[in-house]
């Protein structure tokens, strides 16, 4: 009986390493994609995750890095102001489904959970319902857990340095 319970359970254990393997090691290839500040173009799974030093980004040069007009088409989201490299994830490239976010600051939008463009690059919170807060809060979660974190946009800075 026992022998029965501990098998069961070995293999719930089991199946949730290997799913956890199967996603930590997606996100790893995305993480050592490489970045624009340095020489190495490798994103072998064995290579260990690059450092990379965070800086600032105005939103002007964020808008660039749509995946098409950016350094080896690099694709960067802002939430809350911290830019993080998409680059790779299948969502954000040119014609994928949240394509609209590339190169922009998108909390308002993911707040609301609307794909308007006039959404975008709006660094104000303050008119953020407790809701759509809660919603924003648990995609900032996703993004922080999902991609690597290359640096901070210069005007949400500004913006609400009175929150920080
Ligand atoms: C009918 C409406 C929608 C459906 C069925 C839907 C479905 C999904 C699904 C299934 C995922 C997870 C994909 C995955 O991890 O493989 C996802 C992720 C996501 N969705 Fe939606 N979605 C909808 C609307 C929206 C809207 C309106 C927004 C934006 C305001 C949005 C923004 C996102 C974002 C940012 C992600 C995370 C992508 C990532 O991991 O980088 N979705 N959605």
Redesign the pocket.
């Known amino acids: 009986m026992d022998l029965w319970l501990l098998l069961i359970i070995g293999a719930f254990v089991g199946a949730a390493f290997f799913i956890y393997r199967m996603y930590t090691s997606q996100k790893t290839a995305t993480k050592a994609s490489g970045d624009d500040y340095s020489s190495s173009s490798s994103d072998s799974d064995s290579e260990p995750e690059e450092e990379i030093e965070e800086r600032e980004f105005t939103l002007e040069e964020l808008h660039k890095y749509n995946g098409i007009d950016s350094p080896e088409k690099k694709i960067y989201?802002s939430v809350c102001g911290k830019v993080f490299d998409?680059t790779g994830?299948?969502?954000?490239g040119p014609n994928e489904?949240?394509d609209m976010?590339a190169g922009h600051e998108?909390s308002v939008?993911?707040a609301?959970?609307?794909?308007k463009p006039s959404l975008l690059d709006q660094m104000d919170l303050s008119s953020l319902n407790a809701f759509e807060k809660d919603q924003l809060n648990s995609?900032f979660s996703?993004?922080e857990f999902?991609?690597r974190v290359v640096g901070w946009l210069k005007e949400f800075e500004e913006a609400n340095k009175k929150d920080k």
């Open positions: 989201v998409v994830s299948g969502f954000y489904t949240y976010f998108s939008a993911l609301k959970n609307e794909l995609m996703h993004f999902k991609y």
